[in-house]
């Protein structure tokens, strides 16, 4: 009974509130998709891969809630690596080009890129763009074909751990 309580309480909070609609793209209670139907008791979201997720509305109105659509705008950032000895200039200039011929990232706000980490293996760049919302996920995608299909024409590699063993010989 309690439950029930709780979870009709959360589903009057979300229904006046309106934390999301129906349509949005959210991460809730460890769950991440589309809002299909929000109800007194529970909301139902449908996951990318079709699973149709009930979620109580109780733990849904007092817990952390991500609504991926409430804004326009998306920002979509990688972490890319290049290998050590590789020219920095090559790869700004790639990342610019892959930028530039990708009508659906944003001008303003401007992209932006920088050195993020010097790692075992590689040479961290973390580069920022954004998108409309609904570009996201095809802009992520794209973006990552074009860096492992592309990189070798600007002379660059993508690296993978590596370790050099020595043997000493001792007679």
């Known amino acids: 009974m309690v439950l029930s ?13 309106k934390p999301f609609h129906v ?40 817990g952390a809630l991500i609504n991926f ?3 326009p705008l998306r920002r979509a950032d990688w972490t890319m690596g290049i290998a050590y000895g590789d020219d920095v ?6 990342i610019n080009d892959f930028i530039a011929e990708d009508s659906r990232i944003l001008k303003d706000p ?9 790692a075992d293996s590689s040479v961290n760049f973390t580069v920022r763009v954004w998108v ?3 570009d996201y996920w095809g802009v992520f995608f794209d973006r990552n074909e074009k860096v ?3 990189f070798g024409d600007y002379k660059l590699n993508i690296p993978f ?11």
């Open 5 to 17: 309580l709780q979870n009709f309480a959360g589903g009057v909070v979300i229904l006046i509130l």
């Open 23 to 62: 349509g949005d793209f959210i991460e809730a209670q460890g769950y991440t998709g589309t809002v299909k139907e929000i109800s007194i008791f529970s909301t139902m979201l449908n996951t990318a891969d079709k699973k149709l997720v009930i979620i109580p509305n109780g733990p849904l109105s007092t």
């Open 69 to 71: 659509s409430a804004e």
């Open 89 to 94: 200039g090559n790869f700004k200039k790639a």
């Open 110 to 118: 401007a992209p932006s890129m920088g050195l993020s980490e010097l």
């Open 132 to 134: 409309d919302g609904a």
């Open 148 to 150: 492992y299909t592309r």
């Open 161 to 171: 751990p590596q370790m050099d063993v020595h043997v000493h010989n001792n007679k």
